[in-house]
């Protein structure tokens, strides 16, 4: 098991970013960035420590790859903000800079199987919230009501996430009634009509079919979310560098290689028999959108097809919402450089709402989560009327 | 030349409905369509030739295949109506039905060169239009604003004719603003994406590049017609069988070496050289859709086929309206039954047509004209509409 994780890890390398091409900071900035470090400690021993802890913020933004500050930090979240998870996650990050960092390594050495064990209980927490979904049989109306909905919901927020300005009741329009909404972009009421048949296609197709995943799976998804809006390039892999913010993806011809990579370590029983059908699913996702294969449209069908991977193994599929966009990007940075376990973390926590969700649902007369659950703290008025859509039948 | 022609024919008999197949018709009404054939040469003898036309009409209904009725009529049109060219055509139709008919072989071998001489004539007036449409500066603006109006038309009427209800102002409207038209459905105003990128492929890459039209090429106009409609089959040739009206076009498996043997021709310096830019460009048209090889969006990726041919030989491409779309499919059906010259004339006549509107418009004096244009006799008050947002600028 640790073995396994450890050779996740070295295929992990590849699907970093570069470290060393970073930028070293100025002699001016780093002084700044120690000095910082010294107070925050000084904040701690006089035990102020929400203070510290927003000069140790601040002394990490001038200087993000400094092994002192990261190993400092981690260890006041751990004692001092009883924030385990976190501060592994620093000594981690210490090591991906400073890889021979001695304090790093000890602190590592014994955080590194207490987090492990939280995460397995987080998932053995999961699978049993799956099991209690489960015995809800599949006749029942306000669960098949919950799953129509969750159809919607994931059109939505997978094309808002990509800066679609159409509402969920605009876009539950569109998939009903094939009509176009007035005062809105083709392209944007194409986005809608791609994700749906792309939606059909995994939900038909895909994930009653047995064996691998292969290429033409890929491109055949992407072919349907991209086609209603660029049918020259859906389907087709990029031929040209594209750019993901500060994020360089691999050069448009190395990418055959490194999906081919991917789709081998993906349909590969010894690389993945260890992992839960969670980690596999955003461990995909992640190397998915790190590749970026496509001029366009990655985002949409690496959820698709994490999604995919996590209803093969009986899940049901994932929607990160709208609201959620900014964590879901500093989660995917956060992989690029080094650690991907926040990533995981995050769609485990997705995993389990959707369950939860499911299984309230379920029950009719617990009318007050469902009235919320919507309600991500953007929009409420948007999402109030966009909720009485799916309270309507 | 007449060689040429000649082995035209014989090709053609593969892209010809197979007349063996036609369900013979039953005795009693043979017989009726005989006694209505004496009737009509009774009436002819008395000169009630209009009586008598009527008569033939009606005897053809009931029988079309009678080589008898067929060189009566023929001889009743050369003789009393002074229309040589459809004489003749009902001359070869009683060939097609028994070519071993004395009489029509002997009225054929008559009318046939002074058809071709009419034939002739009228491609040489319209090569002469050309020459006078190239007098016209590029500079002129009138005359880039006819062709910039000509290019919505071509969006307009060619989804028209397969039943799109956008009207061209809507149409317009889609192409320049790329918004949503509201109450019409999203797959129509796809539709004008469709056909908005396919005719820029055409005019931009397709037009200027030199060597032979590839099957690649057609995949490429196709993939952009129906791509935004329906990203799976857009560029795929396709895998059953279809039905247009009565006519069965080859099977899914005969398609690839059909169309092969359609570049091939099409392509073929030796096959194409003696015929006119509009005969070569109206018979791909004719051999395209009676191959059929895609799913959907044959007419319009075939129009587009014709257009770009014609384009490559300096001729502006021409529209087929919508309210001539019976018209159309009418000299197709004739086509397959053995003779494809009614639709090249027809295709002589649109090219003629769109030469003498670009002159016409060219010059900004005579607006009577530019007024009418749109007026085809249908929607009398939309297209009155219509009108009003080419006049305007």
Known sequence: MHNQRQELANKQRTYMRDQSKQKNISNDLHQEAESALNLALQLVAVHKFEKARKIFEHALTLD???????VEYGQFLEYHQMD?????????????????????????????????????KQFTFIDNLLKELYRIPDTN??????????????????????????NLRETRYIVETRMAVPGKSLVEQQEVFGLDLALQYVNCTLVNRLGSITLEDILQIHRRVLGFVDPVQAG??????????SFVPPTAAEVPDYLDDFLKWLNSLEDTRDLHAIELAAIAHYKFVYIHPFIDGNGRTGRL??????????????????????TYYSYLNQANDGDVRPFIRFIAKCTERTLTEFIHQSQPTRTTGQELRLNDGENAEDNFMEERVIMVE
Chains 1, 2 share one sequence.
């Open 64 to 70: 993000p790859q400094n092994s002192d500050i990261l």
């Open 84 to 120: 385990l998870i976190r501060a592994e996650q620093f000594y981690t990050r210490a090591l991906v800079h400073q890889p021979s960092n001695f304090r790093a390594l000890e602190l590592k050495k014994r955080t590194l199987p207490l987090v492990q064990e939280i995460d397995q």
């Open 141 to 166: 109306p306000y669960l098949r009501r919950a799953k129509r909905d969750a159809y919607y919901l994931h059109i939505y927020h997978s094309n808002a996430i990509e800066g679609n300005t159409l």
């Open 236 to 245: 087709q892999l990029r031929k040209h560098q594209v750019y993901v913010g």
């Open 305 to 326: 097809l994490m999604n995919l991977i996590l209803m093969r193994s009986g899940f049901p599929p994932v929607i990160i919402k709208k609201s959620e966009r900014f």
